[in-house]
């Protein structure tokens, strides 16, 4: 094993690999079977970690030996236990310092490898409906840097970046609520009247008043966002969903609760918030990196890689052994087209990758069916998935 396969690998990890490098890296990949199953072990982000803390101490340099002389083996006298192929993987994730397990596969695929009917689905795009107090819907698509007319006293402005503005007025003292509505294939930002911004998830909906007034904030999610809450000690901010409330001072945080989803969650980045468990009248208080999950009718605080919760309203998606169905549910929503499981055993394999938000559905595709034995057709607006 050369020394640039080293380098190569060192690169995919710490997501900083090139085009030509990735082309070259697929090629060694293609070159034996258990090159392909080096990869599908370091995959494993939580036994790495685990490894991580019991090889850190060890000579790096003998570990890299360990490495090269472990993939040189001929593959029909030697079978490797899964114990030397976790201490092959430690040395990579010991090299990069800590760096991500995330993989990043590049658009150009081997001939005769092609797995996805290449079509035309483009991603997400910037698109909300506003809802009025008096039911006056009003289209947030392709507006920038405009203002809109709400009342005859009462004016919204869009940004330049195409985001939804509030400005507190004093002409309101009784609140009117909005409602702001993202379908599938949208996503959406907004600015509330108190400068607390929300990034809205697809298939999300966020009921607010246009303006503040009294002794709380209190707004209600249905679906996923992301926010970052303006403080002010004295009037607390309620984010309040079907199944919990979520109670801060001045904190960003991450709120998934989608109706068709088995549970939901709240995922702390920085500050302080406290959860309640609307079901059975629990409450918990999270700090920095941990997570309230309600699963069924128990809530779960534990700890999390935020960027996994947190990394949607930028310019990618995370999943860290994450499986298949819950996968295909974000990639639904996002690129607004549906999932058919050809075979419902499919849904419990298990993913861990970083794909790009921006890119055409069957690049993302593409990426997902280079590490992992499953085969995508696209029908139409259906993809199957085999």
Request: proline residues 2%.
């Amino acid at each position: 094993m050369e020394k640039e396969i080293y380098e190569l690998l060192l690169a995919y990890l710490q997501e900083d690999i090139s085009e030509g490098e990735m082309i070259r890296l697929q090629g060694w990949l293609a070159e034996n079977e258990r090159h392909r199953k080096l990869l599908d072990e370091l995959r494993d982000k939580e036994v790495l970690q685990r490894e991580i803390a019991k090889y850190a101490s060890f000579d790096t340099s003998r570990r890299w030996t360990q490495l090269k002389e472990v993939m040189n083996k001929p593959s029909r006298k030697h079978r490797l236990s899964r114990g030397v192929w976790w201490r092959v993987a430690a040395v990579l994730v010991v090299a990069v310092v800590g760096g991500l397990l995330y993989w990043q596969i590049a658009d150009s695929v081997r001939p005769g490898k092609e797995q996805v009917l290449v079509t035309q689905v483009g991603p997400g795009e910037t698109q909300a409906i506003l809802i009025t107090g008096k039911g006056q819907q009003l289209l947030l698509q392709g507006l920038k840097d405009t203002c809109l007319n709400i009342t005859e006293n009462e004016t919204l402005k869009i940004n330049e970046d195409g985001s939804l503005k509030y400005s507190l007025s004093t002409f309101s003292q009784t609140p009117e609520w909005h409602t702001l509505q993202v379908p599938r294939g949208g996503e959406y930002k907004i600015v509330l009247d108190d400068g607390t911004e929300i990034w809205l998830n697809s298939a999300s909906e966020l009921k607010y008043p246009a303006h503040f007034v009294g002794n709380e904030r209190r707004v209600y999610l249905k679906g996923e966002a992301y926010f970052q809450v303006l403080r002010n000690e004295m009037i607390p901010f309620i984010v309040e969903t079907r199944d919990m409330d979520v109670k801060v001072l001045g904190t960003s945080f991450n709120v998934s609760a989608y109706e068709d989803e088995e549970n939901s969650h709240t995922t702390l980045v920085e500050g302080r918030v406290e959860v309640d468990d609307k079901i059975n009248g629990e409450k918990v208080t999270l700090t920095p990196g941990k997570q309230a999950l309600l699963l069924g009718e128990e809530m779960i605080v534990r700890e999390v890689n935020t960027k996994l919760y947190a990394m949607w309203r930028k310019d990618r998606f995370t999943f860290a052994s994450e499986d298949m169905e819950g996968v295909i549910r974000k990639l639904s929503r996002w690129y607004n087209v549906d999932f058919f499981f050809s075979n419902s055993s499919m849904k419990q394999k298990r993913f861990t990758g970083s794909l790009p938000k921006y890119s055409d559905i069957s690049q993302v595709l593409k990426m997902i069916g280079m590490t992992t034995d499953i085969k995508f057709q696209i029908k139409g607006n259906t993809i199957i998935i085999q």
